[in-house]
């Protein structure tokens, strides 16, 4: 029998907003977000179909850190490169839901770096290419990018754009799952409980979504931290038993079962 942890008091923050950066002009703030729809009868696969962390490679400073939060106050996990060796080198060396990859950096250029990424993995990448440069998106197609967008770009297209790469590379095409009375819209991010819409926070949804796709396996903890949490984080919110305990109390205790010394379970 499966047991379940005790509740913890502890209420989750609301962070599944709208972002509010001076640094990104209002016209860029209308951001949306969906995942990919789910895994069925893969029991032993291993995680690949999660969508939640993704690696900027980005040399523009303010970019990459307006670039960073918003994809973060999405409830993605977000890792950094500032330069194309630290890029390649991550990219290479996790295994990223997706990749935005900046053309022009130090040391290694986006060119280079997709290309001998492409050699070892298929990794989802979204180009950022300069304006006037169409020849460079060709390029970038032949090459191995799965999209692109053309800077300055508005952040609900890139939001939309890595959306749409990322489901394409689940190979899915629906995205709603259905979990007894419990219902999850993966392109709205929202979930129902008997009809009734439920609030989680940004973090609960993506541990919800990512269990939920990989239902009837057993993820592990180790897992769940790499999908949730990225190299930064090492505040309050990287308490993991808080997060599954929250979705326990809006869910139903039964919803998520804990597998003692293994990891954590949607049946
Ligand atoms: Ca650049």
Redo the contacts with the bound molecule.
């Keep these: 029998m499966p047991q379940f942890v005790a509740f913890i008091l502890i209420g989750g923050v609301g962070n599944n907003r709208l972002v509010h950066n001076p640094e990104i002009p209002s016209s860029c703030l209308k951001v949306a977000s969906a995942r990919v729809t789910p895994a069925h009868g893969c029991v032993n696969s291993v995680v690949t179909t999660g969508n939640m962390r993704i690696l900027i490679v980005?040399?523009?400073p303010d970019l990459l850190r307006s670039l960073a939060q918003a994809l973060r106050e999405e409830g993605y996990a977000v890792d950094t490169a500032a330069d194309g060796e630290d890029g390649l080198f991550k990219a290479e060396s996790y295994d990223y839901d997706a990749v935005v990859l900046?053309?022009?950096?130090p040391n290694i250029d986006g060119w280079e770096i997709l290309s001998r990424l492409r050699k070892t993995k298929k990794t989802p990448v979204l180009m950022?290419t300069a304006r006037d440069q169409s020849r460079d998106r060709v390029k970038g197609l032949d090459t191995g990018a799965d999209d692109y967008v053309v800077k300055p770009f508005d952040l609900s297209e890139l939001f939309a754009r890595l959306r749409a790469l990322i489901r394409r590379s689940a190979n899915k095409t629906t995205n709603g799952i259905k979990i007894g009375d419990v219902k999850i819209d993966t392109a709205a991010r929202n979930v129902w409980l008997k009809d009734k819409t439920v609030e989680l926070t940004a973090r609960e949804y993506s541990l919800v979504e990512f269990l939920a796709l990989h239902r009837g396996e057993v993820v592990t903890r180790t897992q769940l931290y790499e999908h949730l949490f990225d190299e930064n984080d090492s505040t309050l919110s990287n308490l993991l038993d808080v997060h599954v305990s929250n979705v326990r109390k809006k869910l139903g205790a039964e919803f998520i079962s804990t597998r003692r010394g293994h990891g954590y379970c949607i049946k």
């Design positions: 980005e040399d523009e900046d053309v022009m950096l950022l």
